[in-house]
């Protein structure tokens, strides 16, 4: 098998009244390893970055590793907005070792993806609707699910609304997880990223280490417009109205995980899924194993020997 790592991707798209950066050369696609990192969050084994350009977006960063043989399924990991997608490495590697394709993707204006202009040093997004667009260019172009590997989202934080807003019948998903959804609006730093403030919490410090190796990886303010955007799409989100590019998500089979003491809200975005699962966590081996458990409900069952015998 192939998989096309290093090659940047046009998708076609209506003309669109934004202005963008456009250069393939501004994505990230090489970032150092910080000293003293456990090994646990290295990149995976032959884990490549590229760059790619859905219409007049900015170009969009993605990484994708295989595993050595058989592999069974793809899956694309939608990185939060308030992170370097590095911070994936770990979830990536345990994916790998059960055998599934993985693929990271980091939405325009943030991370290690190109720039909007004008974007300055902070996340920003004109429009929430940016993200998916992109992602499910990436996806029908790029990844190209089959019957027998299929793709499932596995969306963190911020990435929710683009996992949510995604056509998942046209983009041939199979199944999507969110985790830790952004549902309110977030205390995102209002100053730019600073090397002596480490951050709580296991995810954002493992991050804070990645950007202090790589200079071109410290967004962490966002701007004005993103923060409207993507507080108007997580009420939205809650309130089972946010627009999708498609109209057919609520068919695909869902899993929800959630890290809050809110219920109420969480089960919310359940309402309108056809098949929609709620779990909680409290670290990393508990969410690893609920990936693990979502997908395998869709492998193929062992035939039963006692059938073959009987016919």
Known sequence: MVIALAVMVTACSKKSDFKTTSAASEVVTESHIPPGLPPQYFPPQGFVWSGFKSGNLPVARYGVAAPPSNPKANILILADAAFPAEVY??????LIS???????????GQGGSGRYLMQGDKIHTP??????RTAQALIETVIRPETNKPLYLVAN??????????????AHISGVILNAPYLTASPYPVEVWQSEDVPDGEMARIGHKWQKANPDL?????????????????RSLVANDLTPIGDKRETVRMLVIATDSSPQTTASICRKFETCKINTTI???QLYQYIDDFIRLDAPKPADPSAARAS
């Open 89 to 94: 490495f770990e979830l990536a590697n345990h």
């Open 98 to 108: 059960r055998h599934y394709i993985v693929w990271i993707f980091e939405a325009p």
């Open 127 to 132: 429009d929430y609707h940016h993200s998916a």
């Open 157 to 170: 934080g911020t990435s929710a609304i683009t996992a949510t807003s995604i056509d998942v019948a046209a």
């Open 218 to 234: 410290r967004l962490r303010a966002v701007s004005q417009a993103w923060q409207n955007e993507m507080d108007k799409a997580a």
């Open 283 to 285: 670290n990393n081996n």
